[in-house]
């Protein structure tokens, strides 16, 4: 599949913002946002673990995050394993607008998520970024640093997906849990 072309003009756009934008500051700290997210997501699966559904009602979503809460917190450790803290911080940034204390990088990978649909396919995401190299070309750091980033990303889109399922009325939250019988007697044998 290829991309359209009102896709690809978007993605040269977005790299002559990048190039029209001054360096400024350095990115702000990664390490914070990756706990929030982590104890974000953390929250969600223990709630999604300890709650009931009526058989048949399990959402699709839900069984999704449960089944693949490992393959999240792998993701999870890639990105901090491939962004350390001195290499993040060393990324250039556009350092103004919605992206004001982002690495470039980031906001071409936050950018794709955005605009594509899940799965990623990659032969997309390469056209796309063939686009963006064309007005801007990244650097070696900031093509290294992409796929943790793109991580990132979808990461960050998928954390409040899996908060509003976790706290989402089931039809099981609302049964009276098994047992005696409702009346608050000892039930007939």
């Known amino acids: 599949m290829s991309p359209s072309a009102r896709l690809r003009e978007e993605m040269a756009g977005l790299a002559r913002a990048h190039l029209a934008s001054p360096t400024g500051a350095p990115p702000a700290p990664l390490g914070p946002r ?13 709630r999604l673990a300890g709650r009931r559904y009526a058989p048949g009602e399990l959402p699709a979503a839900v069984e999704w995050l449960r089944d693949n809460d490992h393959v999240i917190q792998d993701a999870l450790a890639q990105v901090r394993l491939s962004l350390p803290r001195g290499y993040y911080a060393r990324l250039p940034g556009p350092g103004r607008g919605a992206d004001a ?20 396919d990659l032969d997309v995401v390469a056209a796309l970024l063939d686009d963006y190299q064309a007005v801007a070309p990244l650097a070696i750091g900031e093509l290294w640093a992409l796929p943790a980033l793109l991580r990132l990303a979808v990461l960050e889109r998928l954390a409040p997906a899996a908060t509003a399922a976790a706290v ?9 849990p098994p047992g005696p019988d409702s009346s608050g007697g000892a039930g007939t044998p």
Do not use: K
Not at 34 to 46: N, Q, V
Not at 107 to 119: F, H, I, Q, T, Y
């Open 168 to 176: 989402a009325p089931t039809a099981a939250a609302a049964e009276p």
């Open 101 to 120: 204390g982002r690495p470039r990088a980031e906001s071409l990978a936050r950018e794709l998520v955005d605009r594509l649909e899940a799965p990623l």
């Open 34 to 46: 990756l706990r929030r997210l982590e104890r974000g997501l953390a929250g969600a699966f223990r």
